[in-house]
């Protein structure tokens, strides 16, 4: 049982299978346990997103398009969670990307055109809040304001890293400002993904539009 759950996480970090089609009601258990409610506006910017599988050929179809390559780079993320898998059942994903912290909070999935839309901080104090305020409740070794540094706070909990790999991204921009990152992960996974990112929560709406718009040019369904 643990190690099929690993096998879906580790679809859900490469962008593959999002967590929420093994978990319907994840955005529910987001709510019911604080959900976005606590998430500090004054450094979280939104990502707005559609993931897909990258067809034969893709990169030429994108110059036809009028796309751009903008830089081809190579990081490596480190995921941690919880025991019982607690932040991705709360739709959290903490990660190290090489060496910088993030945090992504699930806001809204679409499931009829797989768009959805995550709160990102990257601010190391902000994310100490978060995972405070969210593993008090149903931890009983997470103490608040009392962590110097995430590090400090995975050490003195019983928070563990889960999956590890590195990522050859390819980033190309779109006409329209739409951003389409084609990624190969170490093991093989290969996922493309549009994305725009937003300052508040107000321009998500419009955001996604763009996205299906530009889904649609590039001949996605």
Not at 21 to 35: E, I, K, R, S, V
Not at 64 to 81: H, N
Not at 164 to 176: A, D, H, K, W
Request: hydrophobic residues 35%; glycine residues 4%; aromatic residues 8%.
């Amino acid at each position: 049982m643990k190690t099929n759950f690993l096998q879906r996480r580790v679809s859900k970090i490469c962008c593959i299978l999002p967590v929420s089609l093994y978990y319907p009601n994840l955005n529910m258990a987001a709510d019911l346990h604080g959900g976005t409610k606590h998430t500090t506006e004054k450094t979280v910017k939104f990502e707005v997103e559609r993931k897909f599988r990258v067809p034969p050929n893709f990169k030429e179809t994108l110059k036809t398009k009028g796309a751009r390559l903008l830089q081809e780079t190579a990081f490596t993320d480190v995921y941690f969670d919880a025991p019982n898998h607690k932040l991705t059942l709360m739709g959290c994903w903490l990660r190290k990307r090489d060496r910088k912290w993030e945090l992504k909070i699930q806001k809204l999935k679409n499931f009829d055109c797989g768009i959805e839309s995550n709160a990102e901080i990257e601010d190391e104090r902000e994310i100490l809040n978060e995972l405070s305020e969210r593993l008090t409740t149903c931890h009983s070794r997470v103490e608040r304001d009392s962590y110097y540094s995430v590090e400090d706070f995975l050490q003195r909990t019983s928070c563990e890293q889960i999956a590890c790999f590195t990522t050859q991204r390819s980033v190309y921009e779109m006409p329209n400002g739409v951003i389409i990152d084609l990624d190969e992960a170490t093991f093989g996974y290969q996922v493309g993904e549009l994305e725009i990112i937003v300052s508040s929560e107000k321009e998500v709406d419009s955001a996604r539009r763009t996205i299906q718009k530009t889904a649609e040019i590039l001949g996605m369904h």
